[in-house]
């Protein structure tokens, strides 16, 4: 059974910064092909935040751009760093990740349940 577990929310001032981990844990050997970090706020659709593949290249939404930083590989944790962080940025997070059983020829997506960030004075 995959499971992938968020880390790392929690309270912070406008400003400050956090750092979320995802870790990936599975009953069989696998790789990662690609992580994935979304958000949603209540009410609202999930929003693709960032990606990076097991060979590192990285996208981003346009408004984390110059303040987040994806890292992972084909391991089993991925990192979301987050600087200057603003009241907007305060939702749940999720980790997504492409998980390929060593067995099989491609990968399946699965997700976290989440991290809240909150951000406020």
């Known amino acids: 059974q995959v499971h992938l577990v968020e880390s790392g929310g929690g309270l912070v001032q406008p400003g400050g910064s956090l750092r979320l981990s995802c870790t990936a844990s599975?009953?069989?050997?696998?790789?990662?092909?690609?992580w994935a970090w979304y958000r949603q706020a209540p009410g609202k659709a999930r929003v693709w935040v960032a990606r990076?593949?097991?060979?590192?290249?990285t996208d981003y939404a346009a408004q984390m751009k110059d303040r987040f930083t994806v890292s992972g590989d084909d391991s089993n944790t991925a990192v979301l760093q987050m600087h200057d962080l603003k009241p907007d940025d305060t939702t749940v997070y999720y980790c997504?990740?492409?998980?390929?059983?060593?067995?099989?020829?491609?990968?399946?997506?699965?997700w976290g349940k989440g991290t809240l960030v909150t951000v406020s004075s």
């Open positions: 997504s990740g492409n998980l390929r059983f060593v067995t099989k020829l491609s990968g399946k997506d699965y």
């Open positions: 599975a009953g069989s050997l696998f790789s990662m092909n690609s």
């Open positions: 990076i593949t097991a060979g590192g290249i």
